[in-house]
Protein backbone atom coordinates (compact mmCIF):
# COMPACT_ATOMS: atom_id res chain seq x y z
CA UNK A 1 0.00 0.00 0.00
CA UNK A 2 1.39 3.29 -0.95
CA UNK A 3 0.92 5.76 1.68
CA UNK A 4 1.31 9.59 1.16
CA UNK A 5 1.76 12.40 3.53
CA UNK A 6 -1.22 14.30 5.70
CA UNK A 7 -2.16 17.35 4.65
CA UNK A 8 -4.38 20.08 6.07
CA UNK A 9 -4.50 21.82 9.63
CA UNK A 10 -2.48 24.01 11.17
CA UNK A 11 0.27 25.38 9.11
CA UNK A 12 -1.15 23.17 5.99
CA UNK A 13 0.37 20.12 7.98
CA UNK A 14 -1.33 16.37 9.80
CA UNK A 15 1.51 14.54 11.20
CA UNK A 16 2.03 10.75 9.65
CA UNK A 17 1.38 8.92 6.33
CA UNK A 18 -2.19 7.92 5.03
CA UNK A 19 -3.90 6.30 1.86
CA UNK A 20 -5.02 9.24 -0.79
CA UNK A 21 -8.80 7.73 -0.28
CA UNK A 22 -10.30 8.47 2.98
CA UNK A 23 -10.85 5.08 5.37
CA UNK A 24 -14.17 6.56 6.12
CA UNK A 25 -17.26 8.67 5.00
CA UNK A 26 -19.42 9.75 8.05
CA UNK A 27 -22.65 11.94 7.20
CA UNK A 28 -23.92 13.59 10.07
CA UNK A 29 -27.47 14.05 9.97
CA UNK A 30 -27.49 16.77 12.53
CA UNK A 31 -24.98 18.58 14.88
CA UNK A 32 -23.07 16.40 17.36
CA UNK A 33 -21.19 16.06 20.03
CA UNK A 34 -18.54 13.82 19.27
CA UNK A 35 -15.82 11.70 21.06
CA UNK A 36 -13.22 10.46 18.05
CA UNK A 37 -10.71 7.53 19.33
CA UNK A 38 -8.44 5.32 17.44
CA UNK A 39 -6.72 2.01 19.00
CA UNK A 40 -3.83 0.41 17.38
CA UNK A 41 -3.20 -3.14 19.12
CA UNK A 42 -0.04 -2.89 17.75
CA UNK A 43 2.51 -2.25 20.40
CA UNK A 44 4.84 -0.04 18.55
CA UNK A 45 2.42 1.48 16.00
CA UNK A 46 1.85 5.47 15.84
CA UNK A 47 -1.16 6.31 14.41
CA UNK A 48 -2.64 9.63 13.27
CA UNK A 49 -5.79 10.85 12.66
CA UNK A 50 -7.33 13.55 9.78
CA UNK A 51 -10.38 14.56 9.53
CA UNK A 52 -11.98 17.10 6.87
CA UNK A 53 -15.39 18.71 6.59
CA UNK A 54 -17.57 19.72 3.19
CA UNK A 55 -16.39 22.77 3.42
CA UNK A 56 -12.39 22.15 3.94
CA UNK A 57 -11.75 22.32 7.50
CA UNK A 58 -9.31 19.89 8.79
CA UNK A 59 -8.70 18.70 12.42
CA UNK A 60 -5.13 16.68 13.08
CA UNK A 61 -5.30 14.31 16.16
CA UNK A 62 -1.71 12.14 16.67
CA UNK A 63 -1.15 10.85 20.53
CA UNK A 64 -3.79 12.74 23.05
CA UNK A 65 -5.37 9.42 24.60
CA UNK A 66 -3.01 7.73 27.00
CA UNK A 67 0.05 9.81 24.77
CA UNK A 68 -0.43 6.84 21.90
CA UNK A 69 -3.78 7.15 20.28
CA UNK A 70 -4.75 9.82 18.28
CA UNK A 71 -8.48 11.09 19.99
CA UNK A 72 -11.09 14.35 19.68
CA UNK A 73 -12.08 15.14 23.26
CA UNK A 74 -15.63 16.12 22.86
CA UNK A 75 -15.63 17.85 19.78
CA UNK A 76 -19.06 19.23 18.49
CA UNK A 77 -19.23 18.67 14.82
CA UNK A 78 -21.40 19.99 12.09
CA UNK A 79 -24.42 18.58 10.37
CA UNK A 80 -22.62 17.34 7.04
CA UNK A 81 -20.13 15.03 5.30
CA UNK A 82 -16.64 14.15 6.88
CA UNK A 83 -13.96 12.07 5.82
CA UNK A 84 -11.77 10.51 7.82
CA UNK A 85 -8.18 9.24 7.70
CA UNK A 86 -5.92 6.92 9.71
CA UNK A 87 -2.67 7.12 8.87
CA UNK A 88 0.83 5.70 10.30
CA UNK A 89 3.98 7.55 11.70
CA UNK A 90 5.94 5.70 8.99
CA UNK A 91 5.41 6.02 5.28
CA UNK A 92 6.52 2.16 5.05
CA UNK A 93 4.23 0.70 7.73
CA UNK A 94 0.69 0.72 7.79
CA UNK A 95 -1.48 0.08 11.18
CA UNK A 96 -4.30 -1.65 11.75
CA UNK A 97 -6.72 0.09 13.97
CA UNK A 98 -10.34 0.28 15.25
CA UNK A 99 -12.18 3.98 15.08
CA UNK A 100 -14.67 4.36 17.37
CA UNK A 101 -17.42 7.14 17.78
CA UNK A 102 -19.18 7.89 20.99
CA UNK A 103 -21.21 11.08 22.06
CA UNK A 104 -20.10 10.12 25.21
CA UNK A 105 -16.28 10.56 26.47
CA UNK A 106 -14.45 7.54 26.20
CA UNK A 107 -11.87 6.30 28.45
Known sequence: MNLGQLSGGVGGKCRGFAQEQPNYVLNLPENLMLDVLVFSTELNS?????????NGTVICADDEYQGRHPHLTKRRLGRGIYQVWIGSGDAQKPVSFTLSLSEFLQK
Open 46 to 54: DTTMLIKSA
